[in-house]
């Protein structure tokens, strides 16, 4: 079993950058894939960023975050990493970091396996 605590949250002028981190517990984070979803107030949880597991080698960001954001992750660490840049109002939302026990990462929320608790991000315009 994994828990996953996310921080780095916060609020921020547009324009400005934050970097969520997600600290797991565990001696097989490495073996997880992992994702940052995000969920605005009326909104379904959506995908932001994944990463696969172990090297971490393939990522996936989602349209609306592309060039903006970066997901890394440190198995040394057992962290995963955000990095949010040049953030816009719509970005607002509350981020949750999720693991998935297999090389591959998931594109919607029912794939993932462990959830932290959310941190809230909002950019002011």
């Known amino acids: 079993q994994v828990q996953l605590v996310e921080s780095g949250g916060g609020l921020v002028q547009a324009g400005g950058s934050l970097r969520l981190s997600c600290a797991a517990s565990?001696?097989?984070?490495?073996?997880?894939?992992m994702g940052w979803f995000r969920q605005a107030p009326g909104k379904e949880r959506e995908l932001v960023a994944a990463?696969?597991?172990?090297?971490?080698?393939?990522?996936y960001y989602a349209d609306s975050v592309k060039g903006r954001f970066t997901i890394s992750r440190d198995n040394a660490k057992n962290t995963v990493y955000l990095q949010m840049n040049t953030l816009k109002p719509e970005d607002t939302a509350v981020y949750y970091c999720?693991?998935?026990?297999?090389?591959?990462?998931?594109?919607?929320?029912?794939?993932?396996?462990?959830w932290g608790q959310g941190t809230q991000v909002t950019v002011s315009s």
């Open positions: 999720a693991a998935k026990y297999t090389v591959v990462f998931g594109l919607i929320y029912t794939d993932y396996d462990y």
């Open positions: 990463i696969t597991s172990w090297s971490g080698g393939h990522t």
């Open positions: 565990g001696r097989t984070f490495s073996s997880y894939a």
